[in-house]
């Protein structure tokens, strides 16, 4: 597939939500919870949230027809049961495989009229999106329905915060708080299991967002540098903040242990081709040959399959301490 256009890539690096949009290897389908019963609409409605653009959102009754305009949104919605009221959702929506049966209302550009006809009763926008979709949300506004924007979570408090805000806008408040709970467990089951690495056995990881020749990278201030150190790994782009551009000569410098590639959805093999790099050879991971593809979606999508995510680069960077 070809790279993805500078729209794209800026919509990757704003909000990691849509990085693994067209992959092809999917990650493999949890156990499908049952569907929950919603609490009652007298102990639910009417609430009144303040969403990620400082706006107090009233939302009079239990929301039947919900539009997400995001993945990450639609993923969390669906874990808190949401699914028979999910009735729109955005061209990337890939997961679970339910979410890629429903309508399609466009990208970052959705489509005003389609989710006005749709009928839809809430909108689940995003905080990414708040200030280049203004005039689009305005028009679904006037049109009666509540949007409700999500915040662009960096880290995993930001997420569950986004889990939260969710629940108290669909009913859903008990599912919610269940699903951040559960969330933690494996979070601290993780770093459990990273206290059996030593000082001097940590890792320096550099993690490509996008290859050559436009190489980005995470830096601090973000989810994957919060994912890093919760598995005890450092990363290489620590002296950067954000999603940040990278020269090869520059991460050639930073010589890491580990590299690891989230572009493998629309780059072929890419764990091979940062390999064959010329000038590269004499770099630790290359010559380890520990150069690892994981999956886009996992560690991108900020919502519940997060620590999934983190799952997987512990176990491609230390597979003798995290292998199942």
């Known amino acids: 597939m070809n790279k993805p256009s500078q729209y794209m890539l800026s919509v990757i690096l704003a909000a990691g939500l849509l990085a693994g949009c067209g992959a092809e290897k999917a990650a493999p389908e949890k156990e499908e919870k049952a569907d929950r019963p919603k609490e009652s609409q007298e102990a639910a409605f009417p609430v009144t949230i303040k969403d990620a653009a400082g706006k107090d959102v009233v ?5 039947e027809r919900i539009v997400s305009l995001l993945p990450s949104n639609t993923e969390i919605a669906f874990e808190l049961g949401l699914g028979d009221e999910i009735v729109g959702v955005s061209n990337y929506d890939n997961y679970p495989k339910e979410a890629a049966e429903k309508e399609k209302i466009g990208d970052m550009n959705f489509n005003v009229e389609k989710i006005i006809g749709l009928d839809a009763d809430l909108v689940l926008a995003h905080g990414s999106m708040a ?13 009666g329905i509540d949007v409700l924007v999500v915040n662009n979570a960096q880290n995993f408090e930001d997420v ?35 206290k059996a690495i030593k000082e001097d056995e940590v890792k320096s990881v550099f993690i490509e967002v996008s290859p050559a020749p436009e190489i980005y990278t995470t830096g601090t201030n973000t989810f994957m540098q919060e994912m890093l150190e919760l598995i005890h790994a450092k990363n290489a782009a620590a002296d950067q903040e954000g999603w940040v551009q990278m020269t ?8 890491p242990d580990v590299i690891i590639a989230t572009h493998g959805y629309y780059t072929e093999k890419p764990a091979e081709e940062i390999m064959s790099r010329k000038g590269w050879e004499n770099m630790t991971a290359i010559k380890n040959k520990d150069v690892h593809d994981v999956d886009a979606d996992l560690v991108n999508r900020t919502g519940p399959r997060l620590v999934e995510g983190v799952e997987e680069l512990a176990e491609a960077i230390y597979p003798d301490v995290f292998k199942k």
């Open 131 to 143: 200030d280049s979709s203004k005039d689009g949300l305005k028009q679904l506004e006037d049109a």
């Open 59 to 63: 939302i009079e009754e239990d929301p």
């Open 248 to 255: 090869e000569e520059a991460i050639i410098k930073k010589n």
């Open 160 to 194: 569950y915060d986004s889990i939260e805000m969710i629940g108290k806008a669909t009913g859903q408040k008990k599912e919610a708080e269940e699903t951040i709970n559960e969330m933690k467990e494996d979070v601290a089951e993780i770093k459990e299991k990273a």
